[in-house]
């Protein structure tokens, strides 16, 4: 056994572990997933009507999350434009990823032609909280079995003569 190379493989197990186990902590203060996973606002809408979900800020997704009684889509606006909703079962989920210099007003309007309950969340998302998540996860990954392929070689060998 050559104690210096087991020391170091155990010393980048540990490295590695570390920032496996913290990528998705990374990811989860910028995700705010507790603002959008539960529908926190209800107000009734007319039609024709807004609620004003709020900013957009400057390189970062604002991210939109509701549904409605009775079920029916409605639109989100962004800075003057619709942005594209995606729906499971009576949810409906839009992105909208500001590019802009300045902070977008998002929206949400009410297109039909009755008026309806709406229950809603929204919140912003750091795209670069998501990518250094990712990217601690990976190499994380990488120095766990770098780590361990070291502790291996460090047990197998033999000793150094003297």
């Given at each position: 056994?050559r104690r ?12 590695g572990?570390?920032l ?14 507790d ?22 800020p400057?390189?970062?997704a604002?991210a ?12 989100v606006?962004a ?12 949810t409906?989920?839009?992105i909208y ?6 902070s977008?007003?998002?929206?949400l ?13 929204a ?16 190499l994380?990954?990488?120095?766990i ?18």
């Amino acid at each position: 056994m050559r104690r210096r190379v087991l020391i170091a493989g155990l010393i980048v197990l540990v490295i590695g572990a570390s920032l496996y186990f913290l990528g998705p902590y990374l990811a989860r203060g910028s995700l705010n997933i507790d603002q959008l996973v539960q529908l926190r606002n209800a107000s009734e809408l007319e039609p024709g009507s807004t609620i004003a979900l709020g900013n957009a800020p400057p390189g970062m997704a604002f991210a939109v999350v509701y549904n409605s009684t009775p079920p029916s889509p409605m639109k989100v606006i962004a800075a003057g434009a619709e942005v594209n909703e995606e729906r499971s079962n009576d949810t409906f989920i839009a992105i909208y990823y500001n590019e802009g210099s300045s902070s977008a007003p998002v929206a949400l309007l009410n297109n039909n032609t009755y008026p309806v309950t709406v229950y809603y969340s929204a919140a912003p998302l750091s795209i670069y909280g998501v990518l250094y998540s990712m990217l601690s996860v990976l190499l994380g990954g990488l120095l766990i079995v770098a780590g361990g392929i070291t502790v291996v070689v460090g047990l197998i060998l033999r000793p150094k003569l003297k």
